[in-house]
């Protein structure tokens, strides 16, 4: 049973940066891709960064790329969001996901997904 645990979330000015974490466990995550999605009050779940845990490839939204990095330990079993540049709009509950199933930027294709961990971003 995969089981994914996000956290380091919070409360930061405009301009700031946050490294989110996701601690992952129950399987072996050689051929999985693991992602990041966040979901603001009132709007849909949204797809930010993707990470394929073999390869080490990486995908990334439009609206994060370049201040937003996906990266992974494999020791601790652990994939970072590194936020960097933070705006108001960042402002979001964010959540870790996982799947076997290939690159996806499509919410309802990720069967596994962490807890979510809310980041506000203030002006």
């Known amino acids: 049973q995969v089981q994914l645990v996000d956290s380091g979330g919070g409360l930061v000015q405009a301009g700031g940066s946050l490294r989110l974490s996701c601690a992952a466990s129950?399987?072996?995550?050689?051929?999985?891709?693991m992602g990041w999605f966040r979901q603001a009050p009132r709007n849909e779940r949204q797809f930010l960064a993707a990470?394929?845990?073999?390869?080490?490839?990486?995908y990334y939204a439009d609206t994060v790329k370049g201040r937003f990095t996906i990266s992974k330990d494999n020791a601790e079993n652990t994939v970072y969001l590194q936020m960097n540049s933070l705006k108001p709009e960042d402002t979001a509950v964010y959540y870790c996901?996982?799947?076997?199933?290939?690159?996806?930027?499509?919410?309802?294709?990720?069967?596994?997904w962490g807890q979510g961990t809310q980041v506000t971003v203030s002006s």
């Open positions: 129950g399987s072996t995550f050689g051929a999985y891709y």
């Open positions: 996901a996982a799947t076997n199933a290939g690159l996806s930027y499509t919410v309802y294709t990720w069967p596994y």
């Open positions: 990470l394929g845990w073999s390869a080490g490839d990486t």
